[in-house]
Structures are given as C-alpha cells and as structure tokens.
C-alpha cells in the first residue's frame, strides 16, 4: 500500500493497533516441525471383487505396519526417513491359499524429501519381497503416506486442490497412480488433549499396475472417489492422523482369461501418530 502525507497520522495509529493485536497464524506447510522422530501406526484394508462369467470371486487384503519416521531439516522443506518396525499382513484369494507377511519382507529405510507443499522426492527405497510389495511400496509411501499442504497459513473454509502423478518399477512389477483431491480446512478439534486442525479431503484416484500374482503376471486399471480427513498438529509441525476411503471400479488382465475382467475395488486406509 503507499500513503499520502495527510494521512501520516491515522497511519501511525493503525499500525500501533496493528502491532498490539494478534500474531499471523504461522503457514501450514512442512519444514515446520518441531520433532526429529515420531512412530506412526497404519492400517490398510482393500477387497477387490472380480465377476468372471457370471461368477463373483474376491481378492482381499488387510494389513498393520508400525512406522518409525525420522524428520529433518532440508531446503526443500523436510527430510524424512521411514523405517518398517513391524508388519502384518494377510492376503486372501479364491484360487489358493491364504498367503501371510511381515516385516522380514522388508529390508532397508525409504528415504525422501518434501518441499513446502508436500510434493516428495525419493532418495533410497527399501527392498521389498514380491509377496509383499502390495502392501508396502516404497513409492506410495514417499508420494501419499503424508498430505499435500497448501504451504501458506490457512483459516477455516480455506481450501486447496493438489494433483499428484508418479510411476515407476515397484517390486516385481510397476505402477503408475494419478490423483486430484480437495483439501479444506474445517476448523480445530481436540483428540487426546492434542490441539488438531481437521481438514477435509476428497477428489479422485486414478492407478494401473503391472504385478504377480502367484506366479502369473497380472494387471489391473481402476478409478477410485476417495473421502477422508487430514488431522494436523500444529504445535508439532507434522500429521497426527490421516484417514481416507476409496471406491471404485477398474479391470484386470490375466492370461488365462481372452478379455480383461470387471472389478469392484474399496479401500480403507489410516496413519495415526501413536501417543
């Protein structure tokens, strides 16, 4: 703004009543943290149901893991280091046996970067057994297992729209996953004596993925509508609790069937900071 001299006075009185009134709420962004560790529990629930003529079959999938993340400064905004403490995870499928997983599955820690707005850039991945790379990607993790932030300070009814794409070689196969999703901030909320901001998310995910499926390569394309919510900690400077839904529908391709095959996929999935 530029003033005009006749106005020095009123200036002056408004910018001492500028000075004594609150502080700016500081911007919802990451390089605000102000913890180097935290122990996030997640969960991961996903059915797929198949119709091959006429009849309905289910592939279905739950899944625990206890991460322990490492946070650090970076000029991006914040480095984060991931490491797999504990995993469960019990697959089901119509054609064979149960198939069961856990954490010695995976070795090594991903490590990636995230710019202001949430944007991630990989450095190390861990190596994951084939088995288990369907519930542990070291890609997905470094690209969704956080929430975009809009990187500025925020009040509620603010909202942004982040659009996410990657792809890439993962485990024995490869994928690729596309997303717009709206973020809007609905207010504060307290869980646990923590003072949280909730956040609302919804929008759409689209991914395609070229894996192996007791031993017979398999693809599958789906469109997901997700919901869910984002809580943050801004005392912290990191997520307390992501949660979000998807339904949809897709196709997938196996060898033995001439014509890809309609499916019907949901999803629960949540990432909660542990007390």
């Known amino acids: ?31 605000q943290h102000t913890v180097s560790a935290a122990v996030y529990d997640f969960s991961d629930t996903t059915s797929v149901d198949i119709s091959v003529m006429g009849q309905a079959m289910q592939l279905s999938q739950h899944g625990e893991a206890e991460y322990a993340v490492a946070f650090a400064d970076d000029p991006a905004g914040v480095g984060v280091t991931l490491a797999v403490r504990s995993l469960s995870v019990r697959l089901n499928q119509p054609m064979g046996e149960p198939v069961e997983i856990d954490e010695s599955s995976v070795r090594g820690d ?50 942004w729209v982040d659009t996410l794409s990657y792809s890439g070689d993962d485990g024995p196969g490869s994928m690729s996953e596309s997303s717009v999703l709206s973020y809007t901030v609905a207010g504060d909320t307290v869980v646990d004596g923590r003072s949280l901001l909730l956040i609302e998310v919804e929008g759409t995910t689209t991914s395609a993925n070229d894996m192996e499926f007791s031993g017979m390569p398999v693809s599958q394309e789906s469109e997901l509508a997700v919901r869910g919510y984002v ?28 014509a890809p095959l309609p499916v019907s996929v949901r999803t629960v999935q949540r990432a909660r900071l542990q007390n």
């Open 1 to 31: 703004m530029t003033g005009r001299p006749i106005a020095f006075t009123s200036a002056v009185v408004l910018l001492s009543a500028c000075a004594s009134g609150p502080p700016s709420p500081p911007a919802l962004a990451y390089g």
């Open 110 to 159: 991903l490590a990636f970067s995230l710019d202001r707005v949430g944007d991630a850039t990989v450095t190390r991945r861990p190596a994951v057994a084939d088995e288990a790379s369907q519930m542990i990607s070291g890609l997905s993790l470094a690209h969704t297992f956080f929430p975009a932030l809009p990187g500025r300070a925020t009040v509620p009814g603010d909202s």
């Open 231 to 258: 809580l943050w900690d801004p005392a912290a400077g990191i997520m307390f609790e992501q949660y979000r839904e998807g339904t949809g529908s897709g196709v997938v391709s196996v060898p033995v069937v001439p």
